[in-house]
């Protein structure tokens, strides 16, 4: 007679055996060491390195995007700004991003991925109107195939997982591409997501910026699971883990998981190693929670400054084409910085614009006590 352990003995076998295709690298895949000279060893596994040109880009539009990042956060002190979260040492995975996509992929940034907005070609005051507070989102989202900034944590995880699956039904080859921080894993929406996007099969990239803190909560108050890429195996989705201070590690397993999940391979999360330099927000004291030396250490970790060197020693980058990239990043600041000098102007009665298809009765009346304060 069968006992029930020997009936589940041949499942169990199996279910190990598709886990450990799932599983991501024992250590993040990179291809730099700290200063940008080659990793140790096999560290790339079976990654390819991405092209010069490629990293060129990447380099131009990494630069830019910290001058970018340094100006948003001086406006913020200066008051043109409400509120402005820094990606200052995320530009690998703020840029690797944009540039593993298509034109015709999406988008889903959170609030901290201003950045990756101006590296899609995002005009910069509209990709700020957001955090300026002169409305929901500055740019039009089906033009630039980007979501708008998300505030609330990992909400448009799922929304990112339906356009994929909505794209995959038509018969279209486009890929979702979701960022989402370490402190976002935590919510029920990821999982949702995951589930979700596992189930159906659809072609998107999660892509986890573990930067240490959830504002001030570190990763071990938020996790106990060996790495946040392991996460995915619990529901089918295959996981990586890449040093995100490393421009060609994140370009190639970006690149990599982008088109598996094109191709019909399904969705993959990418859990990005890196730390966020700056305070959560211009509203944070993050001396309170971390000290001053982990900071510095990981600013020796700079993936701008490991992927000059790294560029330079090959012969790839020159003198002037590094002056030419810090003066066009210049340039860009100024006409931010001139652009958004300028006070913003705005109907105060649009705030009950596109709340509800049909606006509610509650909504009618409160946008009736603003007109009669307006008039006064």
């Given amino acids: 007679m069968t006992t029930q352990a020997e009936h589940r003995m041949p499942a169990a076998t199996a279910i190990g055996s598709a886990d450990a295709a799932l599983l991501p690298s024992a250590e993040p895949v990179r291809f730099l060491d700290d200063d940008g000279g080659p990793a140790p060893g096999d560290a790339h596994g079976r990654y390819e390195r991405p092209s010069t040109e490629l990293l060129r880009r990447a380099y131009d539009a990494m630069v830019l995007g910290r001058r970018f990042d340094a100006q948003a956060t001086a406006l913020t002190k200066q008051g043109r700004l409400a509120v402005y979260p820094s990606s200052r ?30 590296g899609r ?19 039009d989202p089906m033009a ?11 909400t448009h995880a799922p929304h990112a997982v339906g356009v994929a699956y909505a794209a995959k039904r038509r018969g279209e080859d486009t890929v979702a591409l979701v960022l989402i921080g370490d402190g976002g894993t935590s919510e029920g ?26 504002i001030s909560v ?15 195996v619990g529901y089918g989705i295959r996981g990586e ?23 019909g391979g399904g969705p993959v ?10 305070p959560h927000t211009n509203a944070d004291d993050d001396a309170r929670y971390r000290d001053h030396d982990e900071v510095e250490a990981w600013k020796r970790r700079d993936p701008i400054a490991r992927l000059e060197a790294h560029l330079r020693s090959r012969g790839e980058l020159t003198d002037d ?56």
Avoid at 105 to 111: A, E, N
Avoid at 144 to 154: F, N
Avoid at 346 to 363: I, K, R, W
């Fill in 89 to 118: 040492g995320q530009e690998a995975g703020e840029i690797g991003a944009v540039l593993a996509l298509r034109d015709t992929d999406w988008l889903f940034p959170t609030y901290r991925d201003t950045m990756a907005l101006i």
């Fill in 121 to 139: 070609g995002i005009d910069p005051v509209e990709a700020l109107t957001l955090l300026r507070g002169s409305w929901h989102c500055g740019y």
């Fill in 144 to 154: 630039t195939r980007t979501a708008p900034q998300c505030t609330p944590l990992a």
């Fill in 189 to 214: 929406d990821f999982h949702e997501a995951l589930n979700f996007a596992a189930v159906f099969h659809a072609p998107v990239v999660f892509l986890v910026q573990n930067n240490g803190f959830a």
């Fill in 218 to 232: 570190p990763l071990s108050r938020q996790t106990a699971a060996p790495s946040l890429a392991h996460k995915g």
């Fill in 241 to 263: 883990r890449v040093d995100g201070n490393d421009p060609l590690a994140v370009l190639a397993v970006l690149t990599d998981a982008v088109e598996s999940a094109r191709a």
């Fill in 269 to 278: 999360l990418v859990e990005a190693h890196t730390y966020r330099v700056e």
């Fill in 321 to 376: 084409d590094v002056a030419a990239a810090r003066s066009a990043a210049e340039e860009y600041a100024t006409d931010v910085r001139t652009r958004l000098s300028e006070e913003a102007t705005g109907d105060p009665a649009e705030l009950f614009a596109h709340v509800y298809a049909e606006p509610t009765p509650q909504l009618r009346e409160q946008a009736g006590w603003l007109a009669e304060e307006l008039a006064r």
